[in-house]
């Protein structure tokens, strides 16, 4: 029972392609993100949702959508792919927005490698 | 704007070596303060936290202490082991909307 999932696990595309990560969480949160993990280990958020609608955005390249279908799902989609795009891409919920103890909870990670 | 700030790795030990990694932040307000820690191949996860000053969060034998004097999480391990070989992510969270700012990562390597 995989508390935060995503899938795939690995994506690897050529540049200029369009492809699709998703993210499902069964922990009944009310808050997912996404963060972009680079080769060295940084990570940085990229969006949050909160029942289904977005909270934070991030300075990010308009070709990332994310699209949250109902607050269990949060999908990220990537236009026109390029090389830079290639990273590991976590998915994480939290229980909601208040609490100051809030644990984000992370996925298994999407590593996407962009030739 | 909130910043956190860790030593950079990697750091080397011998199992049963003490363990220190550094972190301090700089935040409006006092924020919550966390230890994720990532394993090869894996997502991040929660390994401890505190959300006032003079806290102590602890698990696994790890601890760190909330200290609003120097601004500072360090997290400590009095003897570490091969299994904790791992990327440990400081991390706060203050303000509304739940987000975290995290450091830069130190990733740890346990010989035996």
């Known amino acids: 029972d995989t508390a935060v999932s995503q899938t795939p696990k690995y994506l690897v595309t050529q540049m200029g392609n369009d492809k699709s990560i998703k993210c499902e969480q069964n922990l009944g949160h009310d808050t997912m993100y996404w963060y972009k993990q680079d080769s060295k280990k940084f990570l940085k958020i990229m969006f949050s949702?909160?029942?289904?609608?977005?909270?934070i955005n991030e300075t990010v390249p308009n070709r990332f959508s994310p699209k949250s279908p109902d607050k269990a799902h949060l999908n990220l989609h990537i236009n026109s792919l390029e090389l830079g795009d290639s990273a590991v891409y976590f998915c994480?919920?939290?229980?909601?927005?208040?609490?100051?103890?809030?644990?984000?909870?992370f996925g298994p990670g999407t590593r996407l490698l962009v030739l | 704007g909130n910043s956190v700030t860790q030593m950079e790795g990697p750091v080397t030990l011998s199992e049963e070596a003490f363990l220190t990694i550094n972190c301090t932040y700089t935040?409006?307000?006092?924020?919550?303060l966390f230890w994720y820690v990532q394993y090869p191949g894996e997502g991040l996860q929660l390994l401890l936290k505190a959300t006032k000053a003079d806290d102590k969060g602890s698990n696994k034998g790890f601890e760190a202490t909330y200290r609003k004097e120097t601004t500072s999480f360090h997290l400590e391990k009095g003897s570490v082991q091969v299994s904790d070989s791992a990327v440990y992510f400081c991390a706060s969270l203050s303000g509304g909307y739940q987000k975290v700012t995290f450091g830069i990562g130190t990733k740890l390597q346990v010989i035996p």
């Open positions: 994480a919920s939290s229980q909601d927005l208040a609490g100051r103890q809030e644990t984000q909870y």
């Open positions: 935040a409006t307000g006092y924020p919550s």
């Open positions: 949702y909160n029942n289904k609608e977005l909270i």
